[in-house]
């Protein structure tokens, strides 16, 4: 969170000249499906483990397929060929498991993903189209809320070197402002190690629970300033 705040604060305080600079403060939304395997496998064996005790599993754990969020940054133009970009990218995905005992008793168990990214890199322009590239730091934490506090615990907490590539279609609806389609890739330059997750929900560590979380989709982006 408080990433999100000093982002926030930087951009106002260049938002007042921004129209008279090459400096452009964006803001969107960002859809990423996610590839992570190993990690489904812990959620898939917490449902084996829990069926094998004669419990009604009503609600299992679904695997992780895609993640969702805020998308902030700064662009500094140089000409009307693209520009450099800083951006922050914060997604996440809530999973909850729910069983029923047989005494009648439910129970939940309830895990939040929260992937925090950051990244520097340059997005080319040409007419309404681009080809950008950044590299990303990124930072995964698996959390637990805290009884009914809403205060969330992480038990995993890890960072990952990443690159994207995306291509971009810019509509310029004048000189200050335009909205961009950005598909992109992203490819993990690292693992996460999952063990802590197989820990927190009662199963035995593995070498095999390591994962990547490489990732694609679509952002979508508003771009505010002078456009050349």
Do not use: C, W
């Not at 449902?47 to 700064?74: A, C, E, Q, T, Y």
């Not at 990547?212 to 952002?219: H, I, R």
């Amino acid at each position: 969170m408080r990433y999100r705040i000093a982002l926030l604060f930087v951009m106002a305080m260049i938002a007042s000249y921004q129209s008279h600079s090459q400096i452009n403060i964006k803001i969107g939304y960002s859809l990423s499906g996610v590839s992570a395997q190993n990690n489904n496998n812990i959620l898939q064996s917490y449902n084996d483990s829990i069926r094998l005790r004669n419990v009604d599993l009503v609600r299992p754990f679904s695997d992780l397929k895609v993640m969702h969020g805020v998308h902030l940054g700064i662009r500094y133009l140089i000409k009307d060929t693209g520009g450099f970009e800083f951006s922050y990218e914060g997604i996440n995905k809530k999973g909850r498991a729910v069983g029923e005992e047989q005494d009648g008793s439910l129970f939940q168990e309830e895990i939040f993903y929260l992937v925090k990214q950051f990244m520097f890199g340059y997005q080319s322009v040409i007419g309404n189209l681009g080809l950008g590239t950044a590299i990303g730091y990124n930072n995964l934490k698996i959390q637990q809320e805290i009884s009914t506090s809403g205060i969330k615990n992480p038990f995993l907490n890890q960072n990952q070197f990443s690159a994207r590539v995306n291509l971009s279609y810019y509509l310029k609806s004048n000189n200050t402002v335009s909205l961009a389609f950005q598909p992109f890739v992203q490819f993990p330059l690292g693992n996460y190690d999952l063990n802590d997750l197989a820990n927190k929900l009662g199963l035995a560590e593995s070498a095999d629970y390591k994962d990547s979380f490489l990732s694609y989709g679509l952002t979508i982006v508003f771009y505010n300033g002078r456009q050349y």
